[in-house]
């Protein structure tokens, strides 16, 4: 079974950096793009940017350009996003996800002083 | 970059059948493939069609994708609508950069 673990709940201040983990098992990790999805509290879904995992090459949406890091560790089967400068805003679940899977079950971030 | 826009909800009746439009905004919508993704209320999305009109294993075939290069559009279709159909659904697609886009999702009442 193809399933996509994502790590726990978090709570940061504004200004401080998040990095959330989404360990993948079921099916060769670098055989798919991982995505990574911004889901703000009654909003629809924004994509953040992908990695492959194969080469390591990332691709970002604008809107987090110059914040988001994201990347893949093969030896574990993980994928991370790490996000900077956290702002009120950037309140919101986060998924990882590949286009023609499942999905990860979410991370909520909460950014709040 | 283009917009993916559809309608923002739509109702049926069990058992009927409905069509959810996705329409690309610019950039022809043959030119890279369309996903759809299910939301239920309270948790994550789940992939019910991936490459046009491709089903996951497990989804069943009363969910069904299509494209039309005439009105430039993507469409989703659900027939023998259950209460289960109940959520929100979300078309995705991407540009020659691979830069991925979504729509702004519709709300789908089973009523």
């Known amino acids: 079974e193809v399933q996509l673990v994502q790590s726990g709940a978090e709570v940061k201040k504004p200004g401080a950096t998040v990095k959330i983990s989404c360990k993948v098992s079921?099916?060769?990790?670098?055989?798919?793009?991982m995505h990574w999805v911004q889901q703000a509290p009654g909003k629809g879904l924004e994509w953040m940017g992908l990695?492959?995992?194969?080469?390591?090459?990332?691709i970002y949406a604008e809107k987090f350009q110059g914040r988001v890091t994201i990347t893949a560790d093969t030896s574990t089967d993980t994928a991370y996003m790490e996000l900077s400068s956290l702002r009120s805003e950037d309140t919101a679940v986060y998924y990882c996800?590949?286009?023609?899977?499942?999905w990860g079950q979410g991370t909520l971030v909460t950014v709040s002083s | 970059n283009f917009m993916l826009t559809q309608p923002h909800s739509v109702s049926e009746s069990p058992g009927k059948t409905v069509t959810i439009s996705c329409t690309r905004s610019?950039?022809?919508?043959?030119?890279?493939?369309v996903q759809w993704y299910q939301q239920r209320p309270g948790s994550s999305p789940t992939t019910v069609i991936y490459?046009?009109?491709?089903?996951p294993s497990g989804v069943p075939d009363r969910f069904s994708g299509s494209i039309d290069s005439s009105s430039n559009s993507a469409s989703l279709t659900i027939s023998g609508l259950k209460t289960e159909d109940e959520a929100d659904y979300y078309c995705?697609?991407?540009?020659?950069?691979?830069?991925?886009?979504f729509g702004g999702g519709t709300k789908l009442t089973v009523l």
């Open positions: 996800a590949t286009d023609s899977g499942p």
């Open positions: 079921g099916y060769t990790f670098t055989d798919y793009y």
């Open positions: 990695v492959d995992p194969e080469d390591g090459e990332t």
């Open positions: 610019s950039g022809s919508i043959a030119s890279n493939y």
């Open positions: 490459e046009d009109n491709q089903r």
């Open positions: 995705q697609s991407y540009d020659s950069s691979n830069h991925r886009v």
